[in-house]
């Protein structure tokens, strides 16, 4: 992960960046106030692998790391359609529903799975003041950088 940074340039640098991708779903995954990045690290790469399940096939997020007032983590997440042509913006509601108890089971808090309507919508929101825009933050290390690349080039 990138160290942490408070600067407002940098947070409008963020939406640009996450606005243009077919972003799926937006998850607000919480932690305690006591985790440290291992942590974070530890439950994201258990819950990564819950996500791949789900997805049967290729992944990939970005997101940030917020310190304040509460831990939390944002991510962007997308697909690639697995072998029967579907992406996680087609799966049911009860697949949601497990990826919610399973970061309840690896970080004790809850999380928030919604579908994406707007991109450009979710990045503001993620670089706004409240979140990434005044305080302190950290970029995640991206996963599925090779369907990111397919994305951008």
């Given at each position: 992960?990138?160290?942490a940074?408070?600067?407002?340039?940098?947070?409008?640098?963020?939406?640009?960046f996450?606005?243009?991708?077919?972003?799926?779903?937006?998850?607000t995954l919480?932690?305690?106030?006591?985790?440290?990045?291992g942590?974070?690290?530890?439950?994201?790469?258990?819950?990564?692998?819950?996500?791949?399940?789900?997805?049967?096939?290729?992944?990939?997020?970005?997101?940030?790391?917020?310190?304040?007032?509460?831990?939390?983590?944002?991510?962007?997440?997308m697909?690639?359609?697995n072998?029967?042509?579907?992406?996680?913006?087609?799966?049911?509601?009860?697949?949601v529903?497990?990826?919610?108890?399973?970061?309840?089971?690896?970080?004790?808090?809850?999380?928030?799975?919604?579908?994406?309507?707007s991109?450009?919508?979710?990045?503001a929101?993620m670089?706004?003041r409240?979140?990434?825009?005044?305080?302190?933050?950290?970029?995640?290390?991206?996963c599925?950088?090779?369907?990111?690349?397919?994305?951008?080039?």
């Amino acid at each position: 992960m990138n160290r942490a940074v408070r600067n407002t340039e940098q947070s409008q640098q963020v939406t640009q960046f996450l606005g243009w991708t077919p972003w799926e779903w937006f998850a607000t995954l919480t932690l305690p106030d006591t985790a440290t990045m291992g942590n974070l690290e530890w439950c994201l790469k258990k819950w990564r692998r819950e996500l791949f399940n789900v997805a049967k096939g290729k992944i990939a997020y970005e997101g940030v790391f917020v310190h304040e007032p509460n831990k939390h983590v944002h991510l962007l997440i997308m697909s690639q359609p697995n072998k029967h042509g579907q992406t996680l913006a087609d799966l049911d509601q009860s697949a949601v529903t497990e990826l919610k108890k399973r970061w309840f089971a690896l970080a004790g808090r809850p999380a928030d799975i919604r579908p994406v309507s707007s991109s450009e919508g979710i990045a503001a929101y993620m670089s706004c003041r409240k979140n990434i825009g005044s305080r302190p933050w950290e970029t995640i290390d991206p996963c599925g950088i090779d369907l990111l690349k397919q994305l951008r080039s």
